[in-house]
Structure formats: C-alpha cells, structure tokens
C-alpha cells in the first residue's frame, strides 16, 4: 500500500477532492484536509501493520464527521535526504500536518526547519527524536511508547518461563545463558530493550550468562542468518533467546527449523510486538512470550492528533497528549494469555 516515488503519489484516495493550502482557516469550516506520512522502510512489519491501522481510523474518522481525508504514505526506503525530499514535496502539495516515522532519528533537522518557514505542524512517531529537537518548534509531536516498559515485560516473561519450566535450563546449571537480536544500532527500542530485559531477569531472580548477541536491524532474514552463526557457535549451550522484536524472534525460530532441530531441544525463545506473526508464534508454542507495542492505540493516537491540528487545532482535548507526546503502555503477553488476547483497539478516540 506504501508507494515508492517521491513525488507525492496517493497511496490511500478517502476523498474525491485535493485541497489547496496548508492549515486550517478559521472563517469557513473545514471540508477535507491532507495528511503526508513518510516511513523509513515500508517492508518493516510493525510499521506497515500500524499504517494499515492508520488508515483505518481514517476511513472511520470520516465517516463519522463528513471531512473529507486525504492520507498519502511515502517510503523513504532507508534514506534520510529521500525522507527529506518527501517532506518538500508533501508541503507543496499542500498537506494540512505530516508525519514522520524518521530515518534517522537524530537528524531531523532538515525537517523541522522546513516545516517550520512552512508552518505545517508535524508528528514524529515510533522513531523518536531527543527532547532539545522535538521543542524546537511549539508544533513538533511525537506518537510512541516508552520503550524502558518493553523491556521489563519481555525480561519478567523470560524470568516466570525459567522459573516456572524447569525443562528451559538445559544443563541444568541453574543459570540462564542466552543470546540477544538486537535491533538498528542507535535505536531507541534496540538499546533499551535490551538493558531492561536483562536487569528484570536478574532482578527476578535469574543468574543469567550472556553468550552472545547479534545486530539483526528488526530484520527477520538477517535474525535467520546472524542465529544461524550463533548455533554453530554455541550450539544446545543457547537456552533463551530474547529478541529486540517479533520479528527477529521468528527469524531465530527460522533458523531452529532450517536446521532440523526438534522442537522440545529449542531454546526459550521471546519478542516485542505483538504483530500478527509473533501472536500466533506466541499461540502455538514456539515463542514464550512477547509484548504488545499497541499500533493500533498509535495509529488511533497520531490519527487524532493530525486530524485536530488540521481542523479547530485544539489539541488540548486530546487527553492522551502530554505536553507534546502521546505514548500508549505496552502489554505483556504471555503463552497462556495469547490465546484470548486481542489487540486493545482505538479505546477512547
Ligand atoms: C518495533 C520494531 C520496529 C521498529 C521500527 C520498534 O518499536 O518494535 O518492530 O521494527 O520500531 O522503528
């Protein structure tokens, strides 16, 4: 659904007419607005789930009010300049607000100084910025979550799995040894997540031994070959594997099938994200765990937001808005919780 040119394509068409100018004018109402939203990579899973989200609040968003709203999504495929590039473009094409899902997370210079001299408000979301950038400008937001709160959850999901399933200490040492996925370097989920899962675990009480960890970029293909070296590395020794995200936790699970390794012999193996695969992952026992990064509270969230700046601009009713971000909690998924679980949904917007 995410388009690759630069010029402004559009991906989803809500409404039958464009409009011309940015914000909204305060002697007549309102009709349709624009809303640009550029993602560092379309093929990322969770950012692609929380886009399918996002335009659905949209399409609810107008039925509900008679405005008309146009959404366009562009791939900035890995490249801040393209990202860059896209945000000119959406401007002159006249979005009423844009959202960014940054390349890079520490140079959204270029952005913000060109949304400013063009007054277009925007919203950062899931990639975030350092404070002394988002206040910039009184019109930068960010949509996320506070990635400290996935951490523990997947560290108090390995720790209950180690003490309840003896089975899981395979050498029976009594000490937990594993390996990490880690995500992008520079991330804020990929450091954190892995600080807080590893501190909860001891905390809990596990004696942990780190064997090794890998950078798999959120990437399944690249988790497959990177646990692919660890198994030949540390073979039965790897008895958790906790995983940044969903996704390389199922590339680790790959590489356990490639190599014809019963399923009873795998090493505990937990993500973040909660996405469709990793659910069912978690649903039929080859993940322990994992934990729900809400997109769909996200894309509600950044939907809600937009809407209001490109309207009245009354964004103090939002409730969920803390001074300029709005971050929803994560939930911790566990096997004997997946089955009933389903996603919380837009609750309250
Ligand atoms: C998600 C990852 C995703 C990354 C992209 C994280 O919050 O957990 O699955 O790849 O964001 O920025």
């Not at 899981?168 to 899962?197: A, C, P």
């Not at 942990?208 to 890998?214: F, I």
């Amino acid at each position: 659904m995410i388009m690759k040119k630069r010029r402004v394509l559009a991906a989803v068409m809500l409404g039958m007419l464009l409009i011309t100018g940015c914000g909204p004018s305060k002697e007549q109402p309102v009709k349709n607005i624009k809303i640009g939203i550029s993602v560092y990579d379309q093929y990322d899973t969770f950012v692609g789930q929380m886009m399918t989200a996002f335009n659905a609040y949209a399409t609810q968003k107008q039925e509900e009010t008679g405005i008309t709203i146009n959404v366009e999504i562009y791939n900035a495929s890995g490249s801040q300049s393209t990202q860059n590039e896209q945000v000119e473009s959406m401007i002159e094409e006249g979005c009423n607000v844009i959202c960014i899902n940054l390349v890079d997370r520490t140079d959204p210079t270029t952005i913000i100084d060109t949304a400013e001299k063009n007054n277009v408000p925007v919203i950062f979301f899931n990639r975030e910025l350092v404070e002394e950038d988002l206040g910039r400008w009184d019109k930068l937001y960010y949509v996320g979550a506070e990635a400290f709160e996935s951490g523990i959850m997947e560290g108090e999901l390995a720790a209950e799995a180690f003490h309840e399933q003896e089975e899981l200490d395979k050498n029976r040492d009594g000490i937990f040894q594993y390996i990490v996925l880690e995500g992008e370097v520079g991330h804020q989920d990929s450091i954190v997540r892995t600080e807080y899962s590893v501190n909860t675990m001891i905390q809990k009480g596990v004696s942990v031994e780190k064997l090794g960890y890998a950078i798999a970029n959120w990437n399944r293909a690249q988790a497959q070959t990177k646990m692919n070296q660890m198994l030949e590395q540390y073979g039965s020794q790897i008895e958790l594997v906790l995983a940044n995200n969903d996704d390389m936790a199922l590339g680790a699970i790959d590489a356990l099938k490639a190599q014809n390794i019963p399923q009873g012999d795998w090493p505990a193996v937990v993500g973040i994200d909660g996405t469709d695969v990793g659910l069912e992952a978690v649903r039929n026992g080859e993940m322990i765990g994992t934990v729900y990064n809400d997109k769909e509270g996200q894309a509600a969230a950044m939907l809600e937001l937009a809407y209001t700046l490109s309207t009245d601009g009354a964004v103090s009713s939002i409730d969920k808005l803390n001074g300029n971000t709005i971050r929803l909690p994560y939930i911790k998924i566990s096997a004997k919780e997946a089955e009933a679980f389903t996603p919380p949904g837009a609750e309250g917007y």
